[in-house]
């Protein structure tokens, strides 16, 4: 049985689509991951799954429950984790714990061996209120709250928007033992980097999945030859980059440009650093490099929007 | 039961660290029962009085004494012509102008009907009806005065007819005694329906109801946990309030406390359950609030406390049947003036039963966890 089951779900708000015959398949077990720029879709498929929400058509389950019949039986067996910070910013920490431990029925001490990794970090704030957290504080207390019933299925909406480096690093950290604890995570992310700690990743677009896959599968699909550019000026640097006659795309990507070219040829680095002298750039550096998540991103979504 | 003993703990604790939602609870309304009750003032003093005495005579003279020994009046102006006095009421200058016409006193020793004519300045209704009441009253009394010395046998003989009034249960139509009952559950209904109306959309404002929502509380316990904290807070007040009216404004207590204790709190459940639901199906503070004060505009202006419902139009006071404040200071003001019983009162008391049942319904009904 399937931890997360989306079957041709569709959800407009108004005349816009939100979520277009989306069908997935989350396994038990399974660190899941929905990535896809800000208006993908990927907020509504949380709320549909955590019954926040009702689809317009299509069927979903999660842990084997049909998301309108069991709708009860769903808000017992998931954790969800809303994108925006949605505890009680007038309570502190071990209130709004013991809070969610309450309405669920259970208490804190009962589950604290799943929380205690996690909560042995916020202990020392404990009588904070939650208003009063940082971004990365803020977000581990939300994820003890929903973990706290002991749940089967964690759904997290963007749960590392807005923290910082360091603490997102930690929180995908505790992610991973959460899995090793059997619990099946469906995270989203906006951050591709991210998209490589996942086992499989959905990328979305528009309320479309565009292609669900192992991030090893994901980049090694990539189709065409590329090179990573690097010269003093970005901005010119793209442009003679695009007008380059054998560029199939090009973006910036970090400090360097990312270069795919239509054809592979064996000295295609050679002449492109000619072109690039020639075009008075200096020093130029190309290199090949294997294809990211992000390249492939970008290549289907230039594939669904045919260039302008 | 036991997860609505959370959900209140959670609100109290939310409501004890929130200031000044907290002093609006505990302090305004008190605040505001003491201001208001001795601004509610319906005896007006010192109203300006100008006086027209053509007659000139001791008994003028002892009418006029008469008008000036009263808190009422001040005998501002003395004029020679009404025509003279009718400019001192266009100039606003006067409330009053009594006018002595000349054979005032010859008048009242042989024919025993004497005329006097007051002139009121109506502009102000409320205070034109009470100068010319007030005035009527002075010329009574100085009437009783006379009447042993020159017209009781005139009187006796004739067996001449007097009204004379008899205000029951408020015998000396103390403002106060009718007023502060009233103003106390008014004040309170707008406070516990604002707070009601406040809370479940601020959740969804903060965001703190989409984390609610996915747990398995039950919308009737959900609104169980907001309805009974406003509750109490509630009953506290009207507890205060009815202290407050006891030994400040001395408002006298016929009837049974015990059982308008228990009609309140049936009859709090109407304002909460209301806001709860305008709550629940407002989507900002600020459009629930709009809604709620379209509500409670309507019930206060409509309850009888400041205008009342007999001088109404037929369609308001059908509107009015359910205006659950009418019915609340209607029984407050029977039980604890009149002595009524829960017998005399049953009426109205099922038709707040009814209502409290309807709204809360449907406010569990309207509360959606789900969307779309």
Redesign the interface.
């Known amino acids: 049985m399937p931890a997360v089951e989306l079957i041709n779900i569709s959800?407009s708000y108004g005349a816009t689509p939100a979520a277009r015959e989306v069908s997935l398949t989350v396994e038990a077990g399974e660190l899941f991951g929905l990535i896809g720029p800000d208006g993908a879709g990927k907020t509504t498929l949380f709320r549909i799954l955590?019954?926040?929400?009702?689809?317009?058509a299509g069927t979903a389950t999660v842990a084997g429950h049909d998301v309108v019949r069991d709708?009860?039986a769903i808000?017992?067996v998931?954790g969800?984790m809303?994108g925006?910070?949605?505890?009680?910013?007038?309570?502190t920490v071990q209130?709004n714990l013991e809070?969610?431990a309450?309405?669920?029925?259970t208490t804190v001490a009962e589950n604290y061996d799943l929380v205690r990794d996690i909560y042995e970090q916020l202990a020392p704030f404990k009588n904070r209120?939650a208003g009063a957290l940082s971004g990365g504080m803020k977000q581990k207390l939300a994820l003890c709250?929903a973990l706290i019933h002991k749940p089967t299925v964690l759904l997290l909406d963007e749960p590392t928007t807005g923290v910082d480096a360091v603490s997102r690093q930690e929180f995908w950290h505790m992610l991973g033992t959460l899995k090793a604890r059997g619990i099946t995570i469906v995270v989203s992310t906006p951050y591709m980097d991210e998209a490589a700690l996942c086992e499989r990743v959905a990328l979305l677009q528009e309320g479309q999945v565009l292609r669900v896959d192992t991030p090893d599968a994901l980049r090694q699909s990539y189709p065409w030859p590329l090179y990573a550019v690097r010269a003093a000026h970005m901005h010119p640097l793209l442009q003679d980059l695009r007008a380059y006659p054998d560029t199939h795309s090009c973006y910036a990507f970090g400090e360097s440009a990312h270069l795919s070219l239509a054809h592979a040829a064996p000295d295609a680095a050679a002449r492109l650093t000619a072109y690039l002298t020639g075009k008075g750039h200096a020093p130029v550096v190309v290199a090949p490099v294997a294809a990211t998540i992000e390249d492939t991103f970008m290549d289907l979504l230039a594939q669904q929007q045919p260039a302008a | 039961m036991r997860i609505v003993w959370f959900l209140i703990e959670k609100e109290v604790r939310q409501l004890r660290r929130n200031r000044t939602l907290l002093a609006l609870l505990l302090v305004a309304p008190l605040i505001q029962l003491v201001l208001l009750s001795f601004a509610a003032n319906y005896e007006i003093e010192n109203l300006t009085l100008t006086v027209v005495d053509q007659d000139h005579s001791p008994a003028a003279r002892r009418l006029i004494d008469k008008f000036q020994y009263t808190p009422y009046f001040q005998l501002t102006r003395v004029r020679p012509s009404s025509a003279a006095a009718e400019q001192d009421l266009l100039a606003d200058h006067a409330d009053l102008v009594l006018v002595i016409p000349p054979r005032f006193e010859r008048d009242l020793v042989h024919g025993g009907a004497a005329r006097v004519q007051l002139l009121v300045n109506g502009l102000d209704n409320v205070k034109a009806g009470l100068a010319s009441s007030y005035a009527a009253g002075v010329v009574q009394a100085y009437q009783d005065e006379l009447r042993p010395a020159t017209v009781q046998a005139a009187v006796a003989v004739r067996g001449g007819l007097e009204v004379v009034p008899a205000y029951w249960y408020n015998p000396r139509l103390n403002y106060k005694t009718f007023m502060v009952p009233g103003i106390l559950v008014e004040i309170i209904s707008l406070i516990v329906m604002m707070v009601a109306t406040l809370n479940i959309v601020r959740e969804k404002e903060i965001g703190t109801i989409e984390q609610l929502n996915v747990t398995p509380i039950r919308k009737w316990q959900f609104i169980l946990g907001k309805l009974l904290p406003f509750w109490v807070a509630g009953l506290y007040q009207f507890s205060i309030g009815l202290l407050l009216a006891r030994f400040l404004f001395h408002v006298p207590m016929v009837g049974s406390v015990p059982l308008l204790y228990g009609i309140m709190s049936v009859y709090l459940l109407v304002p909460l359950g209301l806001g709860l639901l305008i709550s629940s199906v407002s989507n900002t503070q600020q459009q629930a609030l709009f809604v709620a004060f379209f509500f409670l505009i309507i019930f206060v202006l409509l309850c009888g406390l400041f205008t009342p419902t007999e001088y109404m139009p037929a369609w308001a006071r059908a509107l009015d049947a359910i205006n659950p404040l009418l019915y609340i200071i209607d029984i407050g003001r029977r039980i604890l003036l009149k002595g009524s019983t829960l017998r005399d009162v049953l009426r109205p008391v099922l038709i707040l039963l009814g209502m409290a049942g309807a709204v809360n319904t449907l406010a569990v009904w309207r509360y959606r966890k789900t969307s779309g």
Do not use: H, I, W
């Open positions: 959800k955590t019954t926040l929400l009702l689809a317009d709708f009860r808000r017992n998931v969800y809303p925006k910070f949605s505890l009680y910013q007038d309570l209130e809070f969610f309450a309405v669920f029925r209120r709250c």
